[in-house]
């Protein structure tokens, strides 16, 4: 199954110094989720990106996918781009698994390393279930230190 891309007109792109809206434009969370990360003058900065996701009444892990783990945006099987040797151990952690959840709000991000960066310039998110899941991402103008 494809990958549902979270689009740039769900994410709020807060402003430095002046009241923002919150929350941003809602999204229902899809099985198997991406940011794009764009090129050029219109990369995305996943460093000062934040996601926050609203888990409903019913059990839900979400799951930050490592580099080359899970399925790419066409929904097909990915190999690890990194080879296995110790050297690029942080690029080979794996994915980063919240705790099953229930009615509770999880913040992610922002995110610092490039070991959820997949080889198409995007991160992908997947979740165990997704009644009552719900996407909200803010877009910092600048990057936490």
């Known amino acids: 199954m494809a990958r549902t891309q979270i689009a740039s007109a769900n994410i709020l792109a ?11 434009t809602p999204l229902a969370a899809a099985a198997t989720m991406y940011i794009a990360g764009g090129t050029g003058t219109t990369e995305q900065d996943f460093r ?18 490592a580099s080359g783990n899970g399925v790419n945006v066409a929904g ?19 994915d980063l698994v919240s705790a099953s959840t229930t009615s509770a ?5 922002p995110i610092t390393t490039d070991r959820f960066l997949q080889p198409d310039g995007n991160i992908y998110l997947d979740f165990s279930q997704v009644t009552g ?13």
Not at 51 to 65: D, P, Q
Not at 76 to 94: D, I, L, M
Not at 105 to 109: A, I, S, V, W
Request: aromatic share 14%; net charge positive; glycine share 8%.
């Open 14 to 24: 807060s402003a430095r110094d002046t009241f923002n809206t919150f929350p941003p």
């Open 133 to 145: 899941v719900t996407v909200y991402c803010v877009q910092n103008p600048f990057v936490f230190v």
């Open 105 to 109: 709000t999880l913040q992610l991000g």
């Open 48 to 65: 000062s990106l934040s996601i926050y996701f609203v888990i409903g009444s019913t059990a839900t892990v979400v799951t930050l996918r």
């Open 76 to 94: 097909t099987a990915q190999v690890s781009p990194y080879p296995s040797n110790t050297v690029f151990a942080g690029g080979t952690s794996g």
